[in-house]
């Protein structure tokens, strides 16, 4: 015998969209986060003219429900309002097309921050992060840019050096026509004698030669923008960049995790107890002078200094020891060749620098007493712990491996959308397991009682 099994049957009291959702829904969590914020900064970017627009408040939920459910195409988030119970309820039936999500998300966020810091500040009041002893990593995401499409400093390097043989050849025509005009008129010049030449032939030979001085000076003309345009391009690169895309400028090309070369972004992440606590998005292919500016994001996120930086050796280098010194933070960053002149050291055969940088073999010196530490070997671990599992988490469990939109501000906006959703996804965990005990704080309280939860 089966179960009673019928498509068409109605309901006398049909369900609220509320009820279809589980008590202890993510979705819940981000509903009251998103109602408890100040929006007044999106607020204010509407007219009170012409057709009334969807409310922020709701368009907002449902791209961070989007993110964090993996879901970030403007198209895919229309259509999941049509036929997902979640996103329906969060949007309360309303169906703003994709155009309106797309503008949303790239025309409006530009704050997004104060977003981000309101729900850091909920993960501090929990006690999920204390600013303690932080980690800070890299990865590249690809941005959403042909591979294919990519324009190198090198060919812009052989194509200025063309142009500039290409003008001095114009320049020699030029005087070489300047020459021959001189053999034919002698010093018999219209503008000396007030008369033209009569000569037929004489005035043909004339008449090409303008006209080539005139082509040439066209040409020059635009080799000349060609060559304006080339050094915009060189400026837009940087000199710490060797290339950018056609399709977005601000990528560079690097190397992916997954072992291809393709244009992308380097994003940097300071995480504790893996709450991410700042984010930034870079242009650099490396991290080496990347801590000072996403420590500094983490000061203007948090209000404080971290206690103690770990690191791996792509920061290891003098200016960055130099700030974290300055700064009176203790790094356990292993320098560019820790691991070899580790190897060396045990067999007895290191060597020294025939012209050593008195200043930097100090902090080698520094960072060799406390990586082989006790506490140093600790708190190495605890980075592969805290920092990598995050941005497995982002890459793997979020999907969040290629950007969709275009440009440095909007794709940084679309790095603190998936943090955010990294964090609402730890906070909705810490919750429940506090929820199992009263552990006093006001805030698990509240965000218990919206999981639906009760204290112990």
């Not at 989007?66 to 229309?78: D, E, I, K, M, N």
């Not at 810091?117 to 042909?146: E, F, K, P, Y």
Request: charged share 30%; proline share 4%; glycine share 6%.
């Amino acid at each position: 015998m089966f179960k009673e099994y019928q498509q068409s049957q109605a309901q006398l009291l049909p369900p609220t969209l509320s009820e279809l959702v589980a008590k202890d829904h993510i979705a819940r969590l981000i509903n009251h986060v998103v109602d408890s914020m100040d929006l007044s900064f999106l607020e204010s970017q509407y007219s009170d003219q012409g057709q009334h627009a969807y409310p922020p408040d709701m368009l907002l939920k449902i791209l961070v429900y989007g993110y964090a459910s993996g879901v970030r195409s403007s198209r895919r988030l229309a259509d999941k309002l049509h036929e997902d119970v979640v996103f329906m309820w969060l949007a309360g039936r309303l169906n703003p097309d994709f155009r309106t999500i797309a503008d949303f998300r790239k025309d409006k966020l530009t704050d997004f921050k104060k977003v981000f810091t309101h729900v850091l500040d909920q993960c501090l009041a929990l006690g999920m992060a204390h600013v303690g002893t932080i980690s800070v990593d890299g990865t590249s995401i690809r941005a959403s840019a042909n591979k294919n499409r990519v324009i190198y400093r090198k060919q812009l390097q052989k194509r200025s050096a063309l142009i500039e043989e290409k003008v001095t050849a114009i320049i020699d025509e030029a005087e070489a026509i300047d020459k021959e005009e001189e053999r034919l008129l002698g010093n018999n010049t219209p503008h000396r004698t007030g008369q033209d030449f009569t000569d037929p032939s004489v005035a043909k030979t004339l008449k090409k030669l303008q006209e080539q001085k005139t082509r040439l000076a066209r040409k020059k003309e635009i080799l000349t923008a060609t060559k304006i345009e080339i050094s915009k391009k060189e400026e837009k690169m940087r000199t710490d960049r060797n290339s950018f895309a056609t399709a977005d400028k601000d990528a560079t090309v690097m190397f992916m995790k997954e072992g291809y070369v393709a244009p992308g972004y380097n994003a940097q992440l300071a995480t504790e107890h893996q709450v991410i606590l700042g984010y930034g998005l870079y242009s650099n292919r490396n991290d080496s002078a990347l801590m000072q500016p996403i420590l500094e994001e983490v000061l203007a996120r948090t209000g404080r200094m971290p206690n103690l930086v770990v690191a791996d050796a792509g920061y290891g280098n003098k200016a960055t020891y130099r700030y974290l010194t300055k700064q009176r933070i203790p790094a356990f960053i292993p320098y560019t060749n820790y691991l070899r002149d580790r190897v060396l050291r045990n067999h007895g055969i290191s060597t020294i620098p025939l012209s050593p940088d008195i200043e930097l073999e100090e902090y080698k010196a520094t960072q060799r007493l406390r990586l082989e530490s006790p506490v140093g070997k600790a708190l190495m671990d605890r980075r592969r712990e805290d920092v990598e599992p995050t941005f497995g988490n982002i890459k793997r469990n979020l999907g969040f491996r290629r950007f969709l939109l275009r440009g440095m501000q909007k794709c940084e906006l679309e790095l603190g959308l998936i943090s955010l959703a990294h964090n609402l996804k730890k906070i909705r965990k810490r919750v429940i397991d506090l929820c199992r005990w009263d552990d006093g704080r006001m805030k698990t309280r509240e965000l218990g009682q919206v999981l639906g939860y009760q204290m112990a």
